[in-house]
């Protein structure tokens, strides 16, 4: 029999929560304070790589900040009045830089997004949309040898895992990608990957599907959740008060004010990140390119090209600095010199980030109708839907098919 089952945050991790608990056959209701896909989820870079199975704190990482934040074009900032909030975090995720976790973590993170093409291919055939999700390999380019070889942890974990990669000379990397610029010497070629082409419409377009499949989406600010009897009761929203039977939390960055509430605080952060998307840019992209020192993505959109990257710290509600987007077009143009910059649009989106890089993804260890379903940093849309399958399994009784254990709530 169908649980009633309530929803809180519409961006992919949610809405795909839904979705798969609709098909269970659950009564599900989406609580958002943003409409559907408008949020984090509006924004990235599209990426659905099982390459991304490499945790954020890597050995080596702290010798690298320094020049990461005087570098005016680096990919690390930590706005000055902030740094104080920020550095309990900060210190975590230099803690988890050690060989040990990140084996750790990157065995977790492969066993999570190992088949996101797969899950979103067929996704997207369920909400009846094709062309979005679309099989590709990515581009990684250095411009050096020493670069590539700085790299060389990262590349052995994704092996390890069992990712495909081809390495490419200066002349290889012409012949992948012939627009991209005369700098890079050395690049990877990864194989298998893929990318969803407007991740905005992606989310939107399963939201419609569950709506028409019967379940509700209503646009409300949880402002409390009320307790009792060892689970939550209630949603306490500006527009009133919600009973509550089962509970999953998938509000992105704004989850871990809600499970700090619930009594299970974590260390979660809003790692700011930017884009700039080009409607016009006179590429003709085959497949997306990344640049490893600068931490770009720069993927074909079906609303012209994206580059996405930046890594600021300055909390939640901070207003955007665009002067990062400033950055992210330096290092466009020096990639694509003959790019067309005139007709552009910014924007800045919240990664709810772990200083682990491990998601919480589980039942709550205090609440006993509660589950959880965030904190998945640069990989929300690459995670995003095979979250969404798993807490469906636990709602719905259904062993995982993954250990669970590394996304716990309590782990900290």
């Not at 009761?233 to 871990?256: I, N, W």
Request: overall charge neutral.
């Amino acid at each position: 029999m169908g649980k009633k089952v309530t929803v809180i945050g519409a961006g992919i991790v949610g809405i795909a929560t839904a979705c798969y608990l609709r098909r269970d056959g659950h009564d599900v209701t989406v609580v958002t304070q943003h409409p559907p896909g408008e949020y984090c989820s509006f924004g990235n870079a599209g990426m659905l790589n099982n390459a991304g199975c490499v945790p954020q704190p890597m050995p080596g990482v702290m010798w690298k900040v320094p020049g990461y934040l005087t570098d005016p074009l680096g990919p690390l900032v930590v706005r000055a009045s902030y740094l104080l909030k920020a550095l309990p975090w900060l210190l975590r995720f230099l803690a988890n830089a050690n060989a040990k976790q990140v084996e750790h973590a990157s065995i977790a993170l492969y066993s999570l997004i190992q088949g996101t093409m797969p899950v979103y291919e067929e996704l997207e055939q369920w909400a009846g949309v094709s062309g979005l999700v679309r099989r590709s390999g990515y581009l990684v380019a250095y411009d050096s040898e020493k670069s590539y070889q700085n790299d060389a942890l990262a590349w052995k974990l994704r092996r390890d895992r069992g990712v495909a990669t081809e390495i490419l000379d200066a002349a290889g990397i012409r012949r992948l990608v012939p627009q991209l610029g005369p700098d890079y010497e050395c690049g990877v070629h990864v194989l298998d990957q893929g990318y969803v082409a407007n991740p905005e419409r992606l989310v939107k377009s399963l939201a419609a599907k569950f709506q028409r499949e019967g379940g509700t989406i209503l646009q409300r600010k949880v402002l409390e959740l009320e307790t009792g009897d060892g689970g939550v009761r209630a949603l306490l929203t500006d527009a009133g008060r919600m009973p509550v039977e089962t509970l999953v939390v998938c509000a992105g960055v704004h989850s871990g004010e809600l499970a700090a509430k619930l009594g299970e605080p974590v260390p979660i952060e809003a790692e700011r990140g930017y884009h700039v998307t080009y409607s016009d840019p006179g590429l003709q992209l085959p497949l997306p390119v990344h640049v490893s020192d600068a931490k770009v993505f720069v993927t074909p959109m079906e609303m012209g090209v994206r580059v996405a990257g930046q890594a600021e710290f300055a909390g939640i509600y901070a207003d955007p600095n665009y002067r990062r987007a400033d950055v992210l077009e330096i290092h466009m143009k020096r990639m694509f010199p003959q790019v067309h910059t005139g007709d552009s649009t910014r924007w800045m989106g919240r990664r709810p980030s772990m200083p682990d890089s491990l998601p919480v993804i589980g039942n709550s260890v205090k609440q006993k109708n509660v589950c959880y379903a965030f904190g998945h940093g640069h990989l929300g849309l690459c995670g995003g839907a095979p979250t969404g399958r798993l807490i469906a399994d636990l709602v719905s009784g259904r062993k995982p098919a993954i250990d669970l254990a590394p996304f716990r709530v309590d782990r900290f």
